[in-house]
């Protein structure tokens, strides 16, 4: 008995004496955002027939035309002079072919749209796809990705082209970082602006297609941008796990930035930012469902935060859902924008072609959130939202 007791006291005193891991690494950090258990069906089948919201109507920006632009797709909204403009690439038939080049339409309403206009045509030594826009108040600013057909790894950088009328646009210059050299990276489209005027978004950085919160608080977007201190989760090859971010911001001003994951989790990873995107913490796995593929998150004017994409847990692009969280921490209200009952039937064949909704992107407009996508990557459309209170 005595023994025992002896040996019971020098075990205590070595366990005290050994260095061990620390309360706050045994503690797993909080959760950046989650939804509501069960809020949604796991069930693919059950999640299709959930019901379209009432508050969603579904307009047709362009629609494919057989052997000129059977492939259309990064659809991306911004507002101009009172009208509503989309921008998207397209090409004869396939995703990524060298024919591919960037179209834009306007629409004063958002439900009748104008013919396309060509933005970027094709390039001999490069392909050119969708980067978005941005606006000082009197400038509309439009970005392009540069996909140089000799890099590898595949990359590319962001070119911009400035208009004061939406119709005669400036020469394509490249956009610049805060040193004034070419910003090597590929644009994420979901540029938008925190309470404070900077904006923030992504740029993919070379060597490849490594993802990297970015800001800049040149008015017109085009110059100035920094970094963000991100550390990426580990990766192989050259591309990033995270990829094809967008963001919103909690009521206390902190920042999410939600990500594909490439490496097939099919969930959102969000990481946060507490000072303006400054600096960032490492991208969590979320139990936000996903389809890996593009998503769109913001805040509507009451501050509500929300995601827009379809969360299937596989590449399945169908239905099209937004969640929606007061807090910016638990997304526990969800409808449908646009279901199985209003997908058409996919008319063409092409690389990459996939049935469902693709790609949403969205912007408040109107008293309305619109959100923009590919239908079978074929037509381009537009959802609007009625808002009143809060949906």
Known sequence: MLMRLIFLIHLMVW???????????????????????????????????????????H???FKAIEHQAQYNHGAVLFHFNDQLYCQW???????????????????????????????????????????GWWSDGSTLVAFINVWPKHLSPKAGHTEYAISGDGLNWSPFKPVTD?????????????????????????????????????????????????????NNLPYDGNISRELEPSWFHKPGGEIVMTFR????????????????????????VTNVPDSRAKQ???????????IVNNPTGNKNRLPLIILLSRDGEEFNRAMVLRGKNQLPPMRFAGKYKRVGYSYPKSYVWNNALWVSYAVNKEDIAVTRLALGPTP
Do not use: C
Request: negative net charge; proline residues 10%; without cysteine.
């Open 296 to 306: 769109s998150a913001g805040n509507l004017p009451d501050g509500t935060a929300y």
């Open 89 to 131: 690439q397209t090409s004869k038939r396939d995703e990524d072919s060298p024919d591919t080049h960037v179209l834009y339409s306007v629409s004063d309403d958002g439900q009748q749209w104008q013919p396309p206009r060509a933005l970027a045509p094709t390039r001999d030594d490069a392909i050119v796809t969708s980067g």
């Open 59 to 61: 307009y047709r920006v």
């Open 261 to 284: 994951d490439q490496a097939g989790s099919f969930k959102i990873l969000a990481a946060q930012s507490q000072d303006n995107g400054v600096s960032w913490t490492s991208a969590q």
């Open 178 to 230: 805060a040193t004034g050299k070419p910003l090597r990276g590929i644009i994420e489209q979901d540029l938008k602006a925190l309470p404070s005027g900077r904006i923030l978004t992504a740029f993919h950085r070379q060597p490849g297609l490594i993802a990297t919160p970015y800001f800049t608080n040149d008015p017109r977007a085009v110059s100035g941008w920094r970094a963000g201190k991100f």
């Open 15 to 57: 366990l005290s004496l050994t260095p061990g891991p620390s309360w706050s690494n045994e503690i797993a950090a909080p959760p950046i955002l989650h939804m509501q258990p069960g809020l949604l069906p796991v069930d693919n089948d059950l999640l299709v027939a959930l019901p379209q919201t009432e508050k969603a109507t």
